[in-house]
């Protein structure tokens, strides 16, 4: 049984997969005590409540702050179902790309360029071209050799930039190390940058009253998760723990838009266990297993996990498993609502992409 290893939080050990895409580190794992409860926790099998599309109520906690002090093992955080949401997003795409050919005959179309030949960064293009087919928007793929120029990357994004057929492009990161990522990603144009990593893209979404062409798309699977569950925002605290390009500064600064209180939690950070134990909404992405721990979590709070990060299994088939940031069984006791991983924001990510293409195609198209 794998549930000795899954129980123990302290005992997640970083294998050295996607760790160039990982975010800035926050300081490593206390040692920890024994869990109170080593009962593994069959979270997916637990009866959940539906989502309901921004409902702006609160998440009904798992105990509130005047029950914290009696917060027992069994208390359990609603669990916010990825997978369920991102279904959900792929039905109603694929409802709005079949009006959209039916009605003036275009048909959305990403483009993805991947550099290299890294086992992970194949298997997410792989997905992410299924995830096209199965919602009808087109894919065109690109494969470069690792040993390739900036130069013919910016060649075959400038071909995709004049595409008519292309509405969105994707750079699958990480790139080779010889090559230079902001020379490229500005390469991309803005009205069909669909991860949202142009830098005039990330500078319209820091500013007050300018909305940006595209919201990166973690991030915007974070936040369309926190209103797909009715978690309130507006007035509340939040902390971003982790401050990459790609997910925690954007997640920061979509919090700020829809007015929360935000604070940023990183690897200079003094107290971080004290900073997030006052926040309602935490969104981790930090790419540390396991590294938020129960008692750096308020009672009630929601939990958003960004961090898929691969520890040693030797009972799993792939000789691996996928942990979050957040221990996930401590955490699920104290939280009131928490995402699983897998099955959390992994998939919402992908359903971003395909909402980001489809907007963009109807932005260039003019199509309501
Ligand atoms: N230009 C670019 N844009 C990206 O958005 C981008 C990228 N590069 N490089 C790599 C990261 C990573 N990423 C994920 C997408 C889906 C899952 C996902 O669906 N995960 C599943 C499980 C996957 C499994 O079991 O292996 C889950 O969490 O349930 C994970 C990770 C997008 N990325």
Redesign the pocket.
């Known amino acids: 049984m794998a549930s000795s290893i899954l129980s123990d939080c302290s005992t997640a050990r970083l294998l050295p997969l996607?760790r160039a895409?990982l975010p800035q580190r926050v300081p490593r794992i206390h040692p920890c005590p024994a869990l109170a409860s080593p009962r593994r926790l069959f979270a997916a099998a637990r009866p959940q409540l539906l989502p309901r599309p921004h409902r702006m109520d609160s998440v009904p906690a798992a105990a509130s702050s005047a029950e914290s002090a009696t917060v027992s093992a069994d208390a359990s955080a609603k669990v916010i179902d990825?997978?369920l949401v991102a279904k959900q997003v792929r039905e109603e795409i694929a409802v709005e790309v079949t009006k959209m050919r039916d009605a003036i005959g275009i048909v959305p179309g990403l483009a993805v360029i991947l550099v290299g030949s890294r086992k992970?960064?194949q298997?997410?293009v792989r997905?992410k071209k299924k995830a096209c087919e199965a919602v009808g928007i087109k894919s065109y793929e690109v494969n470069l050799p690792e040993d390739s120029s900036e130069e013919e990357v910016i060649r075959h994004i400038a071909s995709f930039n004049s595409d008519p057929s292309v509405h969105g492009i994707?750079?699958?990161?990480?790139l080779p190390r010889h090559m230079n990522d902001e020379n490229i990603l500005n390469a991309v144009s803005i009205e069909k940058d669909v991860?949202g990593?142009h830098p005039l893209n990330i500078g319209r979404l820091a500013m007050q009253g300018r909305d940006p062409f595209f919201v990166?798309?973690?991030p915007k699977g974070c936040m369309e998760l926190l209103h797909r569950y009715g978690v309130e925002i507006k007035g509340k605290r939040a902390v971003v723990i982790g401050r990459s390009n790609?997910v925690g500064m954007p997640a920061a600064l979509l919090l700020q838009k829809a007015n929360a209180t935000v604070s940023i939690v990183h690897s200079q950070t003094k107290n971080p266990e004290e900073i997030t134990r006052q926040a309602d909404i935490v969104i981790a992405a930090v790419g540390v297993a396991n590294l938020v721990r129960g008692n750096w979590i308020k009672p009630g709070a929601a939990i958003i996990d960004v961090g898929?990060n691969p520890v040693d299994d030797p009972e799993s088939p792939r000789g691996y498993r996928?942990v979050g940031d957040v221990c996930y069984e401590e955490a699920s006791k104290v939280a009131g609502a928490i995402t699983p991983?897998?099955?959390?924001?992994?998939?919402m990510?992908?359903a971003m992409?395909l909402s980001n293409t489809l907007e963009s195609a109807k932005r260039i198209h003019k199509f309501k």
């Open positions: 996607r895409l990825g997978k992970d960064s298997t997410y997905n994707l750079v699958q990161l990480p991860d990593f990166p798309c973690t790609i898929i996928l991983v897998p099955g959390g924001v992994g998939p990510t992908i992409l």
